[in-house]
């Protein structure tokens, strides 16, 4: 009885912590409008980068060719090549190959990271069947989704602002990334030019658009967050030269880097925040992204173990290791429908060892 009063005081200060109520709801969206409202202004000590995408027009569904695709944003990326055959085909063949990216790489330096992925890109290639045509004479073209921030510099051109996501890598900050993988491609000897250098949220909003005429805004849930929008270029005070034809521009808001007193805090995120690799900022993408949010419960767990006793006697050894609960297993347990709970044991068992 005294155990299960402990846990129920711990599980009603996370609850309580934790809450949002539409009332928070609405001034931590108010905030955020605010600050995208610098962002687009350029003030220097907006939250908000509001990165202008130079993407001005979205696909529309009559697009033909063979098009090669590398999504780097997070432990795993993926190469892919897709022939697109028109508004009556739309995608008429794909094929793609995801791959995990050796832990060692996220800490390295910018040269082995870009070498491991122009080799599996090379390989890739090398794949090619019959059934996809690419016309003679013609360059293979690669779209470039990277899901760091960057500041663009044109439609295939940008540099390094940070990295996020556990990624801490030498000597990429300020350096143009569509070079460093060029260089990475000559080096594998892959005859490949990156058209175009996307965010990976700018990337969905385009695909959205391909299938959807009316689309105007895309999120990104992963490992990350983030949210990508249609603005109308005359609202965009930073903006210099011409203005589009098209009268609009996709703005890469680079939310993961919000924060405000509005948002709910707990210890666990605070502590969280504090002994990563970044103090004191992505704190939106730390609150609810899923690079962090097993992590979040494991801590949770772990209280629960030193307060209530909840594994026993014992703390297991295994619950004070960061990161041993990943969001999957937390999603898995969260969904166990069955009567006994046993996915969730299961993922218990093997987290903690009971």
Do not use: C
């Not at 969206?29 to 687009?40: F, K, P, Y």
């Not at 094929?95 to 996220?106: F, G």
């Not at 609202?235 to 880097?257: D, R």
């Amino acid at each position: 009885a005294e155990r299960k009063k402990k846990v129920a005081a711990v599980i009603e200060d996370v609850e309580r912590t934790l809450a949002t109520p539409t009332a928070l709801l609405r001034g931590i969206s108010d905030a955020l409008v605010v600050e995208m409202e610098r962002g687009l202004r350029g003030d220097s000590h907006s939250q908000l980068k509001m990165l202008i995408s130079y993407v001005d027009n979205l696909p529309t569904g009559d697009e033909h060719g063979l098009f090669y695709a590398l999504d780097l944003g997070g432990t795993n990326f993926r190469v892919l090549r897709v022939q697109l055959g028109g508004r009556e085909k739309r995608v008429a063949k794909q094929q793609y190959q995801e791959v995990s990216i050796p832990p060692h790489l996220m800490v390295g330096t910018s040269l082995e990271l870009f070498d491991f992925i122009a080799s599996v890109l090379a390989k890739f290639v090398e794949t090619e069947g019959d059934e996809f045509h690419l016309p003679v004479g013609r360059q293979r073209e690669l779209g470039f989704t990277f899901s760091f921030p960057v500041n663009q510099l044109s439609i295939s051109s940008g540099t390094l602002i940070k990295w996020t996501k556990g990624f801490s890598i030498n000597g990429a900050v300020g350096e143009d990334v569509v070079a460093e993988l060029s260089k990475a491609m000559e080096r594998q000897g892959l005859d490949m030019k990156v058209s175009a250098l996307v965010n990976d949220t700018v990337g969905t909003l385009a695909g959205g658009r391909y299938m959807d005429n009316d689309v105007v805004a895309a999120i990104i849930l992963g490992t990350g967050t983030n949210a990508a929008y249609v603005e109308h270029a005359n609202a965009i005070p930073k903006w210099t030269g011409l203005l589009p034809k098209s009268g609009n521009m996709v703005i890469n808001t680079e939310w993961g880097s919000f924060k405000s007193d509005k948002l709910p805090l707990s210890e666990y995120d605070k502590a969280l925040d504090f002994e990563s690799l970044n103090p004191g900022e992505q704190i939106y993408e730390k609150l609810i992204s899923g690079m962090y949010l097993g992590e979040i419960v494991r801590r949770i767990l772990l209280k629960l173990a030193h307060d209530a006793a909840l594994f026993g006697d014992v703390v297991p050894a295994k619950l004070e290791m960061p990161f041993v609960l990943r969001t999957p297993d937390m999603s898995a347990m969260h969904h166990d429908a069955s009567h006994d709970l046993k996915i969730l044991g299961s993922k218990l068992k093997d987290i903690v060892g009971v």
